[in-house]
T-cell receptor, first 115, second 114 residues
Framework: NAGVTQTPKFQVLKTGQSMTLQCAQDMNHEYMSWYRQDPGMGLRLIHY???????DQGEVPNGYNVSRSTTEDFPLRLLSAAPSQTSVYFC??????????????FGSGTRLTVV | GNSVTQMEGPVTLSEEAFLTINCTYT??????LFWYVQYPGEGLQLLLKATKADDKGSNKGFEATYRKETTSFHLEKGSVQVSDSAVYFCALLRGETSGSRLTFGEGTQLTVNP
């Protein structure tokens, strides 16, 4: 089925550990983003990419790295996890940049707990 | 900068009641506006959208009209069902030279009781 696939669905990390959240889409979308969702704060943009080899920071990039070596994949790396990174993470992709675009397709999320 | 403000929740209604969730925005130019819905344990799904002033987006009985004069995009449904219980997010999309970004409101939790 076409869509955005995120793995893992759940993860518990100890403070200081590193890990990579995976995101893959099979819709040939150029634009991919990572958001975190926290209670009362909605979704906040972490990093985004407008195509393979191109990434940029969003609102809350500190503590996270990304890369985009292929159109399909956009992994999010936590180099040294902190309790403040406990959140639900969503990956989203989009076909069109222009106003009036189709909106984003979201993955089902990764619930991360840092203890 | 761009921002979206939603009415505070949670909102609790009885089945068949009328629903309004307020959304106002701040943005330069002419953004596209969206409502997304998140059912328990799932990711966000696009519910409806509007791309220019006075456009009305509609889907599954929900409607929202892009009002540039009041910078609003309120979500309405005439008769809610238990299955509409979810979190609703208002969002705007403002294309930028370095990439397109969705800006979200805080989300409004809706619970519909039988």
């Amino acid at each position: 089925n076409a869509g955005v696939t995120q793995t893992p669905k759940f993860q518990v990390l100890k403070t200081g550990q590193s890990m990579t959240l995976q995101c893959a889409q099979d819709m040939n979308h150029e634009y991919m983003s990572w958001y975190r969702q926290d209670p009362g704060m909605g979704l906040r943009l972490i990093h985004y990419s407008v195509g393979a080899g191109i990434t940029d920071q969003g609102e809350v990039p500190n503590g996270y790295n990304v890369s985009r070596s292929t159109t399909e994949d956009f992994p999010l790396r936590l180099l040294s996890a902190a309790p403040s990174q406990t959140s639900v993470y969503f990956c989203a992709s989009s076909y069109s940049i222009v106003a009036g675009g189709s909106g984003y397709t979201f993955g089902s999320g990764t619930r991360l707990t840092v203890v | 900068g761009n921002s979206v403000t939603q009415m505070e929740g949670p909102v609790t209604l009885s089945e068949e009641a009328f629903l309004t969730i307020n959304c106002t925005y701040t943005a330069t130019g002419y953004p596209s506006l969206f409502w997304y819905v998140q059912y328990p344990g799932e990711g966000l799904q696009l519910l409806l959208k509007a791309t220019k002033a006075d456009d009305k987006g509609s889907n599954k009985g929900f409607e929202a009209t892009y009002r540039k004069e009041t910078t609003s995009f309120h979500l309405e449904k005439g008769s809610v069902q238990v299955s509409d219980s979810a979190v609703y997010f208002c969002a705007l999309l403002r294309g930028e030279t370095s990439g397109s970004r969705l800006t979200f409101g805080e989300g409004t939790q809706l619970t519909v009781n039988p």
